[in-house]
């Protein structure tokens, strides 16, 4: 009978040790496929690592990075839910932003509601998003990622801070002013995570 318990407790130590193992194996395999553009397989990837461990916050949030670089906002907003959900630390920033002709802002309508965004404006070189009312402390992910009518077109990227963001808007390569993209139907997708 000892040894029988024994054997099971080797078993299950066993186990935990391979379960983190594979689940950090998991994990770094998907960062790998996401930096090279492969997200439908890092999502794969970091699904599985949910299934050995699905309280590992730094994995539900690579997936929701995933998840938006796919255009699935709302699966990527869910995945992020669910990195606040286990670490109550962590604060979620989100927003579609569009300019229209009348500057940069917040899209706040029957569809879209900004989350955490305390201001946007704009001037000749970027927009900025402020959310210092969440009182960041560190920063654990914040992506801009065009929708389907400014992608191909125009490529985003940021400054990211505990309490702003600055986003510069790129097409071929050269940057332009974000006064000059104007779009009726163009929205660009924030979605961040933060530790406060």
Not at 83 to 104: F, H, K, Y
Request: hydrophobic content about 40%; proline content about 2%.
């Amino acid at each position: 009978m000892k040894l029988t318990i024994i054997a099971f407790i080797l078993m299950i130590l066993v186990w935990q040790a391979y379960g983190q193992e594979a689940e950090t194996y998991l994990y770094n395999e998907g960062m790998i496929l996401a930096s090279n553009g492969q997200y439908d397989s890092a999502v794969k990837a970091y699904n599985k690592a949910i299934l050995l461990n699905g309280t590992n916050t730094d994995v539900w949030i690579a997936k929701g990075n995933a998840l938006l670089m796919q255009g699935k906002y709302n699966e990527s907003i869910e995945s992020y839910k669910e990195a606040v959900r286990l670490n109550p630390s962590n604060t979620m920033v989100a927003c579609a932003l569009r300019n229209t002709g009348n500057g940069w802002a917040a899209i706040n309508d029957s569809n879209h509601a900004p989350l955490n965004i305390d201001s946007v404006s704009q001037n000749e070189n970027e927009i900025i998003i402020r959310y210092s009312s969440i009182k960041a402390k560190k920063v654990q992910s914040l992506l801009c990622t065009p929708d389907e009518t400014f992608a191909g077109r125009y490529t985003f990227g940021a400054s990211v801070g505990i309490e702003s963001a600055n986003i510069f808007v790129y097409m071929e390569s050269q940057r332009i002013s974000p006064k000059d993209l104007v779009s009726g139907e163009g929205n660009l997708w924030i979605l961040g995570i933060f530790e406060t």
